[in-house]
Structures are given as C-alpha cells and as structure tokens.
C-alpha cells in the first residue's frame, strides 16, 4: 500500500486545515491509521491514530480538544482535521499504516509498517 498525505500549507495561528491521507495499490481498510509530525530539528512525534473501523482514536495531549482524526473506508482515505492550530503545530505530518494494530502501539512510530511521504504545515504567528 502506498500512502499519499496532502492538505499542508500555511495557515495563521488560530486557523484550521484538514490533512487527507490516500492510498494506493491496496485497502487501508484493515490497518490502523496513523499520523505522526516532525519538526525542524526534532524528532518524529506522534500525533493522532485510529483503529481500523474508527471506532477508536488516540491523541497527543499536545493537540486533544484541538485535532480530530478520522477514516472513510469506503473512500480508502483517513483525514486528520486541525484547529485552533498554533506555531507550534509546524511540521511535517505524515500519514502512516499499521497493518498489526496492537494494543498499546497505536503511538509508536515502529509500529507502523507504511508511510507517506508527508506534507508540509507552517502556522504563522
């Protein structure tokens, strides 16, 4: 399965964009989805998950109350929807597949077999 994230830009803070996350060559109906986000000079951090029928979401404290993931299996597409978005929001989110999804990994980035390629989000002050 190849991933495609798309849906970066530049917002102002305060302002809100949706990530999309497609696939290709297969279904991302059976895997977890996830998405993770680095940062200039930082480490790949984990953002968002959600089990393969949607009925369970995972989030970052850093961003609860704020992002709301989800997935439209019919679609083959899983969105991750961003508000309230601060400076500190900027980074690369990638979207990425877990074809396993165990309990407990759904926030580690080793658990996820599939990745896009990521897309760009810059939240200006």
């Known amino acids: 399965v190849q991933l495609q994230a798309s849906g970066g830009g530049l917002v102002q803070a305060g302002g809100s964009l949706r990530l999309s996350c497609g696939a290709s060559g297969g279904t991302l109906s059976t895997y977890r989805m996830g998405w993770f986000r680095q940062a200039p000079g930082k480490e790949r951090a984990f953002v968002s998950a959600i089990s393969w029928s949607g009925g369970s979401t995972y989030y970052a404290d850093s961003v609860k109350g704020r992002f709301t993931i989800s997935r439209d299996n019919a679609k083959n597409m899983v969105y991750l929807q961003m508000n309230s978005l601060k400076p500190e929001d900027t980074a690369v989110y990638y979207c990425?597949?877990?074809?396993?999804?165990?309990?407990?990994?759904?926030?580690?980035?080793?658990?996820?077999?599939?990745w896009g390629q990521g897309t760009l989000v810059t939240v200006s002050s």
């Open positions: 990425a597949a877990d074809r396993f999804g165990r309990p407990g990994y759904s926030s580690i980035a080793s658990a996820y077999d599939n």
